[in-house]
Nanobody
Framework: QVQLVESGGGLVQAGGSLRLSCAAS????????MGWFRQAPGKEREFVATISWSGDTTYYANSVKGRFTISRDNAKNTVYLQMNSLKPEDTAVYYC????????????????????WGQGTQVTVSS
């Protein structure tokens, strides 16, 4: 199985930017579909973004499209989420998730159930 560790969260004013990182270890990285999710207080965890192994295909939630960019560095077993033009509604705990033998399409549309999670990193957007 794979272990996931997120980093890069913090406090930022509306309109600011943050870059999140998810480092994977202990598993065969190419075998996992990787993506980002978030959960705000009182809300269900929701899909944010995912990317194919090659990086050629990406999917985003409508709420973040045009503001967030997912990328990956396979040599480092790491997936990133660049978040620009942050809004207070983006405030949440952001989680890296993985599905063994998953696909980008299935992660995006909810067909795959994420069963590997990182510990989460808090993103708070003020004003």
């Amino acid at each position: 199985q794979v272990q996931l560790v997120e980093s890069g969260g913090g406090l930022v004013q509306a309109g600011g930017s943050l870059r999140l990182s998810c480092a994977a270890s202990g598993g065969y990285f190419p075998g996992y579909q990787m993506g980002w999710f978030r959960q705000a207080p009182g809300k269900e965890r929701e899909f944010v973004a995912t990317i194919s192994w090659s990086g050629d295909t990406t999917y985003y939630a409508n709420s973040v499209k045009g503001r967030f960019t997912i990328s990956r560095d396979n040599a480092k077993n790491t997936v990133y989420l660049q978040m620009n033009s942050l809004k207070p509604e983006d405030t949440a705990v952001y989680y890296c998730g993985a599905v063994w033998r998953g696909t980008a399409q299935a992660m995006a549309d909810g067909t795959d159930t994420v069963n590997y999670w990182g510990q989460g990193t808090q993103v708070t957007v003020s004003s």
